[in-house]
């Protein structure tokens, strides 16, 4: 059975809250929650899906933009055989980072932002982070590129910051020229 989420919009003041540390176990309900939210990202890739339920393609969402205050988000990325792999991340850190700087060149996307963004957001082509899975049990991972992005936009979320919060308003796309497009 899908379950179609309630996405924040930008105006909702929740979304600029910083999200309390998760705390293990997780209960039944906050398991089926993030179930849902993955199916909702799957859905949301594909096109017979996302017209049946009229969703927004999206990789990443994080707990704040359904209204729950908690330090975990989830990303679900197409895998090239058209198979999805699933990413669950609660109590995020990232612990380190390339001195290089990317940004996504058609610009980034929200589920919580409705409307069209022009800018760059330059982030760190390479992070490793800290973090917990579903079980509680905690693990290091190295992110690169389009998953490097993703996490760190979604980090961002548990921040209460939104991307076109680090799009410089006088020159949406400052320094373009000291970052690698991707």
């Not at 309390?20 to 929650?33: G, R, T």
């Not at 890739?45 to 729950?68: D, F, H, T």
Request: charged fraction near 35%.
């Amino acid at each position: 059975m899908f379950k179609n989420l309630k996405i924040l919009d930008e105006k909702d003041k929740r979304l600029k809250m910083i999200s309390k540390d998760v705390i293990f176990p997780l209960s039944k309900e906050d398991k089926q929650i993030i179930k849902d939210t993955m199916q909702y990202l799957k859905y949301s890739q594909i096109e017979k899906y996302a017209k049946k339920y009229n969703l927004r393609a999206g990789w990443g969402m994080s707990a704040i933009q359904i209204g729950i205050a908690k330090r975990w988000f989830v990303i679900v990325e197409e895998q090239d055989d058209g198979s999805f792999k699933n990413y669950f991340f609660a109590n995020p850190k990232i612990i380190s980072n390339s001195t290089e700087k990317i940004y996504v060149e058609q610009g980034e996307g929200c589920l919580s932002v409705n409307r069209e963004v022009k800018g760059i957001v330059p982030r760190y082509a390479r992070i490793t982070i800290e973090a917990y899975d579903i079980d509680g049990k905690k693990f290091t991972m190295r992110l690169r590129e389009d998953l490097s992005v993703c996490v760190q936009h979604e980090i961002d979320h548990l921040n209460g910051i939104l991307f076109v919060d680090r799009i410089d308003k006088k020159n949406p796309y400052k320094d373009m020229d000291l970052y690698r497009a991707i």
